[in-house]
């Protein structure tokens, strides 16, 4: 029998590592914030991130996406969408090691750091069940300004138990949650909502309306906005009245998603559908801010998740595969790139677990304006930077099986989630504008990092003659909020990281030495020192 061709000079899988503790950037992070007990906490679900098995997950849950089932065989509604078992095995494990809702009552005073830590680890499996893991994470604080929905409702939302199905919420040893904001005639302006809650007199309000966007719409209870005379505000809906009673929650249609692909995207109408007052009438923009401070981290978290599993996948290949009689690993325009994909890693992991430190610590002036800016500049960077690890691998890592494709497509979700850039940008003024404690707080942390290289101390000068010239501010936020990103991410890496990973930074995003691509890292950087730092798995 002829052979037509031997298979050569192909990438094994890269599994069988540990994202978590061998990612020498996040694990340095974990022990520096939270000890080295934390990290330990973290290996087995750091084994399975790494595992065959769980990578099979992520791929099964997004080749199988959500179904739809609006009514049953007889004509009722149900309401109800069906997802692959895989999607339930991936909740299952982040519920289940703590990054959900369980960090709210942990006694540990790094909680939300461990949970950082692994939620940047467990998301390079597979990123679209993180919506509802990141949605129940963050309804924690936001529900606890109404102490009776908080007592009926966070237990469920602070188990490390997983259970799905529509049902008496008391009867549940876990709960997951969402949110409806947008409709679709205002979208990030939710000022313009249109959905109307009406007083019943038993304490509950009726909701008619329509939202355009709600995640994950099997979750047990979702915070949403509407207007009452009063102005907006904000409501616990619930699936499942207690009691057992459904309440109306029709789902018009699932979204036909970029990424995203295995979690399930709706829009729902409310016909009196019940709701609960969360804050004050008419504050409810006020309610959600602690909701949305909490998913600003995990949108940061999120994308530095994205970016480091398509790095990993970069230098794997490079390391595997040979072009033009040697390694691609070793040729110095391919370590030029895969250093200045290791750099905006680096840059962004530190930034995001730096935020869930000021988490721990209650820093909510810092948390205020860093939080923005990270989310603006860090959710920004990735959807290049993906783009160029994704080039790395050439035409394989076009095709699906690279899972590079998935990757891609999931890179642009953050930066839109909550609001997009130029919201973001916005908000980023205000906080400047209306919060001077935050740019106090703000101005401590760059202070840290004074001195340490010259470029630094110009970028933050630069930064303060931006803020020092009020004319136009709108038209300049996003140049003020990605300058005062980098200088964070400069700082954090002048303090934490090798010198020629700050060096290279600093030279790069801070002195201009720099393309408009990736791979353009002036001569003399490190370049393979970088490179041996960002690997993981087998060489």
Known sequence: MSVTHEVTNQVPP??????????AVLAAACRRYAGEET??????LGRLAGSERAQEWGRLANENAPRLRTHDRYGHRVDEVEFHPAWHELMAAAVGSGLAGAPWVDPSPHAHVRRAVGYVGWMQTEAGHGCPVTMTYAAVPALRQAPELAAAYEPGLTSRRYEFGLADPALKAGLVAGMGMTEKQGGSDVRANTTRAVPRGDGCHALTGHKWFTSAPMSDLFLVLAQLDEGLSCFLVPRVLPGGERNVFRLQR?????????NASSEVEFDGTT?????EPGRGVPAILGMVSTTRLDCVL???ATLRAALSQAVHHARHRSAFGARLVDQPLMRNVLADLAVESEAATLLGIRLAAAQDAGETDFLRLAGAVAKFWVCKRTPAAVAEALEVLGGNGYVEESGLPRLYRQAPVNSIWEGSGNVIALDVLRALGSRSAALAAVRAELAAAGGADPRFDTAV??????LDEPDQLPLRARRIAGLLATCLQAGLLLQHAPAGVAEAFCASRLGGDWGGVLGTLPAGTPVGEIVDRAAVGPA
């Open 461 to 466: 000068r630069r930064l303060q003659a931006e």
């Open 39 to 44: 990290l330990t906490s973290l290996a087995e």
């Open 14 to 23: 890269l599994t069988g590592h540990d994202p978590i503790a061998g990612d």
């Open 254 to 262: 699932l979204k036909d998603n970029l990424g995203d692909r295995s």
């Open 302 to 304: 999120g994308s530095a």
């Open 275 to 279: 709701g609960f007052l969360v804050g």
